[in-house]
């Protein structure tokens, strides 16, 4: 049984208490400037209980107070996608995963958890006419999802040793392709590592860090 709130912009629903003994966990969603961002839905659950869910207030806080403990690892979503019309596409989707089992009280306290903003990379290749040439590349980036999966504070864990493995993207262009152009969602502020050959010639590797001026490139051949 759940019971519902509506505190001002904020929406909350967890389980009706059942008993004294409960966990809490809260924090606050905020930009890549520190502000903090409204109306994110976040979860509260298990593998096969859904232990409460609300959307943050008008300064990104949110604040779960009646998780009642058991033996399942509980797991705090931040912008889930999945069952979500709340959705908030310009932002990556965060999920705390806390190793120890909630059968007695647990209190989490994230703090500020900056909740990474998505960026759409474009790579678009030209051909110049009557070239003969072939272009090789490669483009290794941070997938979307790369940030998901986080471990609470306490544990002390490096983010970027978390991260999933950066995505690598393979192609040819040949002469007669003219203009080929790709775009992938990543995550702003992560560079783009762009790896390429021209025929037989020497390897050229850039690197573009990702902000809202450098958001495409182009190789020409």
Same mark, same amino acid.
């Given at each position: ?7 001002? !912009?904020? *929406? ?8 004294? !003994? ?12 520190? $502000?903090?961002?409204?109306? $994110? ?25 009646? +998780?009642? &403990? ?20 310009? *932002? ?8 120890? !089992?909630?059968?007695?009280?647990? /209190? ?16 678009? +290749? ?35 040793? +978390? ?11 040949? &002469? ?7 775009? *992938?969602?990543? $995550? ?20 573009? /860090? +990702? /902000?809202?001026? $450098? ?7």
């Amino acid at each position: 049984m759940f019971a519902c709130f509506v505190l001002g !912009s904020s *929406f909350s629903c967890e389980p009706e208490i059942e008993s004294n !003994s409960r966990g809490q966990a809260k924090g606050r969603l905020v930009d890549q400037n520190a $502000i903090g961002v409204a109306g $994110i839905l976040v979860r509260a659950e298990t593998p096969y209980t859904r232990l409460g869910f609300q959307n943050t207030d008008a300064e990104g806080n949110f604040e779960f107070t009646y +998780l009642i &403990p058991g033996w399942e690892i509980p797991e705090v979503q931040l912008n889930p996608r999945d069952e979500n019309p709340d959705y908030n596409s310009s *932002f990556a989707s965060i999920s705390y995963v806390d190793n120890s !089992s909630m059968f007695t009280t647990t /209190n989490s306290d994230y703090g500020d958890v900056m909740l990474p903003e998505l960026a759409t990379f474009e790579l678009t +290749l030209k051909a110049n006419a009557n070239t003969q040439d072939t272009l090789n590349f490669r483009v290794t980036y941070a997938d979307r999802f790369c940030e998901r999966y986080r471990f609470p504070p306490e544990d002390d864990v490096e983010i970027e040793e +978390l991260c999933f493995v950066d995505t690598e993207f393979f192609g040819q262009h040949l &002469p007669d392709d003219l203009n080929k152009t790709f775009d *992938f969602a990543t $995550i702003q502020g992560r560079p783009v590592y762009i790896d390429f050959r021209i025929n037989s010639g020497a390897e050229q590797n850039l690197v573009l /860090n +990702l /902000n809202n001026s $450098i958001l495409s490139y182009e190789i020409t051949h």
